[in-house]
């Protein structure tokens, strides 16, 4: 079961867009949702969140239909989370909890898992009063348990001194990672990024022609993977990164930081984008900003726009009450559109289709060279 408020400033096409994306994140760690429940309110309440009524009719949901879980689309605040599960009698489930469960369930490398212990701990941390009876599973999220409330203080203490060697491990591996990259300074840099599922894999594998897990799913790619390109004479890196999400955990970001590195230190991102999407501005918006966040807002960027074969144009009724959106434009009117912006140089491709991906090779060629005519202006490369 999902459940969100609506604010002010959210429209009810636009939540429904973010539940949405809640279950297809739930899809992703394999719990099936059967309603959801909204409330229209300026902020959430500091009890439990939605207004006493509301909650009311959950509850009433909840032990007629046996419900499992209430996955939440914000962050909540531990002793939200104690006082639903106690009024509601079921387990409570914030978002910032689903993502981490799947980063765990979808982490491969050891790099990587010890990226997302180290977050999950740090999310645990706060969250230790009142998750756990001794011995028994109680609460907190699909895969943690505990050894007790009575135990504390001591699960307390094993959790930080846990974060610190956690750490420690974490700052050994990025010391390793740092020389490795500083052994590929002299080739220029290219990074993939994007919000998560917008085909950044699929893009990769056509490019560099490896295999890359490519799927229909949140967050396929957790480690970022490196490769050597060659279009006609001239070699560089490309990378695939980790998808970004509208609010990405910052226990993630601080924990990935060093996977996030590769973005920092690249000498152009590939920004992919799906324009099939209905809100893909907003994505491109919280892509912009976790770029911002990271320290790689001003690299240049070359927006690659995907999966043009699966665009979809509603035409616009001039009497309707409702905004024009960018589902209102035809694909021809977008490109000329974004072509027209002297800021954000673009194409509009469709990966699996392989439509315009030769000529985003010719694009990525002259980029890469002009980049390495400016590092060794008096060098063949």
């Given at each position: 079961m999902l459940a969100t408020i609506i604010r002010d400033k959210d429209s009810v096409d636009q939540t429904k867009e973010y539940l949405d994306e809640l279950e297809f994140l739930a899809h992703t760690a394999s719990i099936q949702t059967?309603?959801?429940?909204?409330?229209?309110?300026?902020?959430?309440?500091?009890r439990f969140y939605f207004g006493t009524g509301k909650l009311e009719e959950i509850k009433a949901y909840v032990n007629e239909n046996k419900i499992d879980y209430i996955i939440f689309d914000d962050e909540l605040s531990p002793s939200q989370m104690r006082n639903i599960e106690k009024e509601v009698g079921c387990s409570v489930l914030d978002r910032t909890g689903l993502i981490l469960d799947i980063f765990a369930e979808r982490a491969q490398t050891a790099y990587a898992k010890t990226q997302v212990e180290l977050a999950q701990y740090q999310y645990l941390l706060p969250r230790l009063t009142g998750m756990w009876t001794h011995l028994e599973r109680q609460r907190g999220g699909i895969k943690m348990r505990g050894p007790g409330e009575s135990q504390l203080e001591t699960d307390r203490r094993i959790v930080l001194e846990k974060i610190s060697k956690l750490k420690e491990q974490l700052a050994k591996i990025d010391r390793q990672m740092a020389a490795q990259r500083n052994t590929r300074n002299r080739m220029v840099r290219v990074s993939l990024v994007g919000y998560t599922n917008v085909g950044k894999s699929t893009l990769m594998n056509l490019l560099s022609k490896s295999e890359i897990l490519a799927e229909n799913k949140l967050f396929a790619t957790l480690d970022t993977t490196v490769r050597k390109v060659v279009i006609e004479n001239t070699a560089f890196l490309l990378s695939d990164t980790v998808g970004f999400i509208r609010k990405l955990p910052t226990q993630l970001i601080e924990a990935f930081k060093s996977?996030?590195?590769?973005?920092?230190?690249?000498?152009?991102l590939l920004h992919v984008v799906d324009i099939s999407h209905p809100h893909f501005n907003d994505q491109i918006k919280v892509v912009?900003?976790?770029?911002?966040d990271i320290g790689a807002g001003d690299k240049p960027v070359f927006m690659v726009f995907n999966k043009i074969d699966a665009y979809t144009y509603q035409e616009y009724d001039e009497f309707s009450l409702e905004e024009k959106t960018a589902k209102n434009y035809t694909l021809e009117e977008l490109e000329q559109s974004w072509m027209s912006n002297e800021n954000s140089p673009c194409i509009f491709i469709s990966a699996?289709?392989?439509?315009?991906?030769?000529k985003?090779?010719?694009?990525?060629?002259k980029m890469v060279s002009e980049v390495y005519a400016a590092r060794y202006p008096f060098t063949r490369y």
């Open positions: 059967v309603r959801r429940f909204t409330q229209r309110l300026d902020h959430p309440s500091s996977t996030l590195e590769e973005v920092r230190e690249s000498d152009i912009n900003n976790t770029l911002k699996t289709e392989k439509i315009q991906i030769d985003l090779r010719n694009s990525l060629y």
